[in-house]
């Protein structure tokens, strides 16, 4: 409501930048929390399991974030540079 409609296109393609970067970024830095908690031997007190394995999740949550928004943002790039084609295109 702020912006003109023609402005969404463009708004849209820089917000799945900005995310895309947080992602990415957080992918890299989890997956280097993972690699040294397994060096170092980090574990659970009471299961005694790696804290590798717990932090595990960050760079494959991330990760699959990262890959969905590329896909997200090349979507939008081609809607930005093409806006007469895929108007009936949905991201579902």
């Known amino acids: 409501m702020i912006f003109p409609?023609?402005?969404l296109k463009v708004i849209d393609v820089i917000s799945n930048v900005i995310f895309l970067s947080f992602s990415a970024i957080m992918t890299v830095y989890g997956t280097m929390l993972v690699l040294s908690t397994?060096?170092?031997?980090?574990?659970l007190t009471i299961s005694g399991i790696s804290?590798?394995?717990v932090?595990?999740?960050?760079?494959?949550?991330?990760?699959?974030?990262?890959v969905?928004?590329?896909l997200f943002t090349y979507d939008?790039?081609?809607?930005?540079?093409?806006?007469?084609?895929g108007e009936g295109e949905d991201h579902a």
């Open 51 to 53: 804290m590798g394995i």
């Open 5 to 7: 409609k023609s402005w």
């Open 68 to 70: 969905r928004l590329l």
């Open 38 to 43: 397994m060096e170092y031997r980090f574990t």
């Open 76 to 85: 939008s790039i081609r809607a930005v540079l093409n806006p007469s084609g």
């Open 55 to 66: 932090y595990s999740i960050i760079p494959i949550a991330f990760g699959i974030m990262t």
